[in-house]
């Protein structure tokens, strides 16, 4: 695995990386100005060397001037060499002229002011001066050269001496190099600047260091090879002395001499390399203090990071974890973040872990078999209640196919069925719809069931869940007392139907006796007749009510539509007795048109403002008729300010026979709410009270809207 890089060496790459950049720009800066120190040194040597250059040249010129006024002298016209000799003497006296020397064109010295006037003279030993002298008539400026003098280098300088517009003589005078190596003196230089005068030969005359050791001596060839190229430069080179250094060099045009001054390289750098150490030692420095410090940091950061890890793995397996304070705030609140995480971490296990309990409690306990599939139909959860109802143990299930609890010829239908759920993604509208299916135990034996489907994706996977419930006893129950129901109705139909004529064969045998035979019976026996009579005529609206009870199922007619207006009015022209009886007032508000058995609403109605112009009592009844629009069905209501009902029987009032009042008080069979709530259960909608005892009720029924 790559070695991923501490924080320590990170902080460390990033202290070097921040300060290398200033000690790049500090090196290029030491450089420029090294560049300048080393070009202003260079320029003021040179500067130096001119100027000492045209001192030496000078001092020529000041020789050439005191030779020329001698040469002009009328003891040379008449060869008076004694009185020449005298005043070159005098000459000689303010100048720096070591010595004077006449010689003429053959080159024997004619006089020479170094002896005693008289003495012998030899000849010269600078004959190519001489003829140069002679030849071109020209001043010159010698090379050093050695002298029969005491000290033994010299330079002449020589001018040409005409008598009669003919150069005669060459009248020289000679200039010791000492002369030279004052003017260098003089100069003032600074101590460790090697400076020298040389002549065209390249032959020292002068040098500040070691002038005896040097004196005499070539300059170095490289110093030469330069002064033959040009007039003045500079270069670097070691002087003869073995010093490296800067050398600057001037030569004269007119005497072919020259001057060259070498700067030590050691003074240049010198200044360059206490900068060097210095910014070197500053950077050592700053380097190690600021690697230290990060170093330092790196360390507090990693150790307080480090001990995180601990408790981050802890975290992991869920345990309670507990960070103490660290001394890096970030770190720190990090920490506090995992010690915080940890409690609910532990706060959401336990939670989940009860309600798994739970969970666990419920499918275990449940009536209800509980089956999960995975995607390729294999049982992973199978609860004792499935196992009871497949007759099948639970290790035996999990595991296994759930095709095995299906038959055959259902197994189609129900991969299609999960396949479906598959492509919702564990989202289906079929989750919680009960649906009906058929089950197998494991004996073969076949049962149906119903059931709820939902679907759950984990991890990428999904689970089907299936609630099953054993079906056959309700579906066997509901059959039965469908069947019981049918035959009651039956016989309320029949009983009712069949009491009919001979209750009113009693009726009329009743009349029959009281008319014919009525005087000739006592007052009691004429009460009994009376009682019997009313006895029979209740007994005839209690059939005549069972009968339209019944009949709500038995006669049905197929639906239309129904204009409500129209009935509302038919239903409050067959109440005009009543209405009248009791000065009712009966109104309709707007109404709509319904789908519905006619005949069967009108009952209804008939029943309900019936009703309220019934149980009134101290006041004239008024009863209102109105509907709203539901969702997707209308609200009939029909409103009294009769006697109310307590809310404890509003539910009981809907029964066959429930009556709140005694036949003294209100006549009525019971049946009237009852037919009411068939009527309506019969449309597919409800019917219900609201009321106020004393004030008025309210009863409301629902019809779809299917027109
Ligand atoms: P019946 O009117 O023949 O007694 P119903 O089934 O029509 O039978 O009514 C059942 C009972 O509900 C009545 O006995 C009466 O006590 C009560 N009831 C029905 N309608 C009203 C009403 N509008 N106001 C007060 N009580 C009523």
Redesign the pocket.
């Given at each position: 695995m790559k070695r991923v890089p501490s924080i320590r060496s990170s902080l460390a790459k990033l202290v070097a990386a921040c300060l290398l950049p200033a000690l790049i720009a500090a090196a290029v800066l030491l450089y420029y100005s090294y560049q300048r120190v080393r070009a202003d040194l260079a320029n003021d040597a040179l500067a130096k060397a001119n100027a000492l250059m045209l001192t030496v040249d000078r001092e020529f010129e000041g020789a050439d001037r005191s030779l020329r006024a001698l040469a002009t002298s009328p003891y040379l016209r008449y060869s008076d060499m004694a009185s020449l000799h005298e005043q070159a003497v005098n000459v000689l006296k303010g100048n720096n002229i070591n010595s004077i020397v006449l010689i003429n064109s053959a080159g024997q010295q004619v006089l020479n002011t170094a002896g005693q006037y008289g003495s012998a003279l030899p000849m010269s030993t600078n004959s190519l001066q001489l003829e140069r002298v002679i030849t071109l008539g020209q001043s010159d400026v010698s090379d050093l050269f050695l002298t029969p003098l005491p000290s033994g280098l010299a330079i002449n300088v020589a001018i040409p001496v005409r008598v009669a517009g003919q150069v005669t003589h060459s009248l020289v005078g000679v200039v010791l190099p000492m002369r030279l190596q004052e003017i260098l003196l003089e100069s003032r230089l600074p101590p460790n600047r090697i400076a020298a005068i040389f002549d065209g030969a390249g032959t020292i005359a002068a040098r500040t260091h070691e002038v005896e050791r040097f004196r005499g001596k070539s300059i170095t060839p490289a110093l030469f090879e330069q002064v033959t190229l040009k007039k003045e430069g500079m270069f670097e080179t070691v002087s003869l002395d073995g010093t490296p250094v800067l050398t600057v060099f001037v030569r004269s045009e007119k005497s072919r001499w020259g001057v060259a001054i070498g700067v030590p390289i050691s003074s240049l750098t010198a200044d360059l390399r206490r900068w060097i150490g210095l910014l070197v030692g500053f950077t050592a420095l700053l380097l190690t203090a600021s690697l230290g410090l990060a170093w330092a940091m790196g360390g507090r950061i990693a150790t307080a990071i480090r001990s995180l890890a601990e408790p981050a793995a802890a975290l992991g397996y869920g345990q309670a974890v507990s960070v103490p304070a660290l001394p890096i705030r970030e770190v720190n609140e990090f920490g506090q973040a995992i010690t915080k995480a940890s409690a609910m971490l532990v706060e959401t296990d336990a939670a989940l872990k009860g309600s798994e309990q739970r969970i666990r409690g419920i499918v275990l306990s449940a009536m209800d078999a509980i089956i999960t599939v995975d995607e390729s139909q294999i049982i992973v959860l199978f609860n004792p209640a499935a196992a009871a109802m497949f007759g099948c143990p639970v290790e035996q299930a999990i595991g296994s196919p759930a095709t095995r609890f299906i038959p055959e010829r259902f197994h189609t239908r129900h991969h299609d069925f999960v396949r479906k759920q598959r492509v919702h993604g564990g989202n289906s509208a079929e989750f919680g719809v009960v649906n009906t299916a058929v089950g197998r135990r494991v004996d073969g034996q076949e049962f149906t069931v119903e059931m709820s489907y939902s679907s759950l994706v984990e991890s990428g996977n999904q689970f089907h869940t299936f609630i099953i419930r054993d079906s056959t006893d309700r579906i066997r129950a509901y059959e039965a007392l469908e069947r019981s129901n049918l035959d009651l109705q039956q016989f309320a139909y029949v009983a009712s139907h069949d009491l009919k004529t001979p209750l009113r064969s009693i009726g009329g045998f009743v009349q029959i006796l009281e008319r014919n035979y009525g005087d000739k019976l006592d007052e009691k026996a004429l009460g009994l007749i009376h009682r019997t009579s009313s006895a029979v005529q209740r007994l005839e609206q209690l059939t005549e009510?069972l009968l339209s009870y019944a009949r709500v199922n038995s006669e049905v007619r197929p639906f239309a539509i129904v204009n409500c207006a129209e009935m509302a009015d038919e239903v409050i022209g067959l109440l005009d007795a009543a209405i009248r009886g009791s000065a009712a007032q009966v109104t309709a508000g707007e109404l709509p048109s319904v789908m519905g058995d006619r005949t069967q609403l009108v009952q209804l109605l008939l029943?309900?403002i019936g009703?309220?112009i019934?149980?009134?009592r101290d006041r004239a009844p008024v009863v209102h008729f109105s509907a709203v629009r539901g969702n997707g069905e209308w609200v009939f209501s029909v409103t009294?300010n009769?006697?109310?009902?307590d809310a404890r029987?509003h539910a009981k009032?809907?029964e066959v026979f429930?009556?709140?009042?005694s036949q003294s008080e209100?006549?009525?069979?019971?049946?009237?709410?009852?037919?009411?709530r068939r009527v309506v259960e019969r449309h597919g909608g409800k019917i219900w009270i609201t009321?106020t005892v004393g004030k008025?009720?309210t009863?409301s029924f629902s019809i779809p809207d299917i027109t």
């Open positions: 009510d029943n309900l009703n309220g019934k149980y009134c009294d009769g006697i109310g009902i029987f009032i809907f429930k009556r709140l009042h209100y006549s009525g069979t019971g049946i009237g709410l009852a037919v009411c009321s008025g009720s009863f």
